[in-house]
Nanobody
Framework: QVQLVESGGGAVQPGGSLRLSCVIK????????LAWYRQAPGGSRDWITG???????NYADFAKGRFTVSRDNTKNTIELQMNSLKPDDTGVYYC???????WGQGTQVTVSA
């Protein structure tokens, strides 16, 4: 059973930074597309970014220039560096392995003054 374990969330002030991590268990990530999503309070779960095995990444418009995704195929991890955080970035952040209908518990990010 594939497991996704997110960590690194927290409470920060606007303009601050956080680095999220996700460990993927019980499956090799090599060859698989990985992604980050987020869900704001009362909102839908939105795609943030995705990354291929060779490191090619794409981003939602709101993440461009502020967020950077990376992966380590040897450690089975994906990370998300988030800079210049805004209150609108508040929500629960999830990682995802393409084609696996599995979600982790997510990690809470709260941005407020």
């Amino acid at each position: 059973q594939v497991q996704l374990v997110e960590s690194g969330g927290g409470a920060v002030q606007p303009g601050g930074s956080l680095r999220l991590s996700c460990v993927i268990k019980e499956t090799e990530i090599y060859g698989k597309y990985l992604a980050w999503y987020r869900q704001a309070p009362g909102g839908s779960r939105d795609w943030i970014t995705g990354i291929t095995t060779d490191g090619t990444a794409n981003y939602a418009d709101f993440a461009k220039g502020r967020f950077t995704v990376s992966r380590d195929n040897t450690k089975n991890t994906i990370e998300l560096q988030m800079n210049s955080l805004k209150p609108d970035d508040t929500g629960v952040y999830y990682c995802k392995v393409a084609k696996f209908p599995i979600w982790g518990q997510g990690t809470q990010v709260t941005v407020s003054a």
